[in-house]
């Protein structure tokens, strides 16, 4: 079986910012509510706690390395997996041969020996490909894999950690994992909307905690977008022009780049919209104000459509 690695940029490579790979990302929360349902993902509403994850130049390396990658065994719900962790001089930070099980062989770069703190990091990406492995959830291609892989760790809990591996100072940089640290701190945001949760005070890296603020921003956006009642002046004032159009023009799209679509003809008219918590597509009514509910993740949508 195929093995799986999470990155580590090339020494002074620059870290890419913002969000190149926003879609996939969303598609990656919609797939794990639909693989999982709302229910077994509610099951993770508790993130993995910083001391289940902490590791110091005092600890044992193999042992620790095992007790940690224990404890996101149990974190994500993986009863009978084994991991056996070692390490290797190899290019990428770590990783791990998708097999049967239930004994999973993670190997972790070298450099770890001596970088002990994101340990965690890199082995919750791993153990995040043994549980997607598991549940049989996969993206075509490896790039879109590996981004199912992060989002998913972080939607479950453990990828506060791949964002606070993120650190840069006057001599050195370091990045793991394949969303930008802008991305990972959007869906560690999206998380804390879903399980009232505040990921802040976590962070020890000062870079990761500015890039969690930018991903909350655009995940706070989501919350804000027509048709929601949330939605600013501006938006909605342009939900209206669009609705005007389309009752006027049937069976054409005002504007190909918004979120939402109406939909006339015959019948009622319609509109859809993506779920500002799972993304997957909503259609309701266009008849005023009312209070709908996602079919998948079953969050509240007040509407005014
Ligand atoms: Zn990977
Ligand atoms: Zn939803």
């Not at 770890?112 to 994101?118: A, E, G, I």
């Not at 370091?174 to 930008?180: A, I, P």
Request: charged letters at 25%; proline letters at 7%; one cysteine or more.
């Amino acid at each position: 079986m195929g093995g799986s690695d999470v990155a580590n940029g090339p020494p002074g490579a620059p870290v890419v910012h913002g969000f190149p790979h926003l879609d996939t990302v969303r598609s990656a929360i919609t797939a794990l509510y639909r693989r999982l349902s709302a229910d077994g993902v509610h099951t993770y509403a508790t993130s993995l706690a910083p001391a289940d994850a902490a590791f110091t130049d005092r600890d044992d390396l193999h042992l620790g390395a095992q007790r940690v990658a224990r404890s996101l065994v149990q974190h994500l719900h993986l009863p009978e997996a084994r991991m056996i962790v070692g390490f290797r001089a190899m290019e990428h930070a770590a990783s791990v041969e998708l097999t049967a099980g239930p004994e999973y062989f993670i190997e972790l770069n070298d450099r770890f020996r001596t970088h002990r703190r994101d340990i965690g990091a890199a082995l919750a990406h791993e153990v995040t490909h043994v549980l997607l492995h598991r549940l049989g959830l996969e993206f075509p291609g490896t790039r879109a894999n590996e981004i199912l892989t992060d989002t998913t760790t972080a939607y479950l809990g453990a990828g506060w950690l791949l964002l606070d591996a993120f650190r840069e100072d006057a001599t050195s940089r370091q990045k793991l994992g394949y969303l930008t640290p802008e991305e990972f701190g959007y869906v560690l945001a999206k998380r804390a909307f879903a399980f009232d949760e505040d990921p802040s005070p976590w962070f020890t890296s000062p870079q990761a905690y500015t890039a969690y603020t930018r991903g909350r921003e655009q995940a706070l956006h989501d919350l804000r977008r027509p048709p929601l009642t949330a939605a600013g002046w501006a938006g909605r004032r342009r939900y209206a022009k669009d609705r005007r159009y389309a009752q006027d023009h049937p069976g054409t799209s005002p504007d190909p780049n918004a979120a939402y679509a109406f939909e006339t003809g015959d019948r009622e008219p319609r509109v859809s919209f993506p779920c500002p918590t799972c993304h997957q597509r909503i259609r309701v009514p266009v008849r005023g104000r009312f209070t709908a509910r996602c079919g998948l993740c079953r969050t509240v949508l007040e509407c005014d459509t």
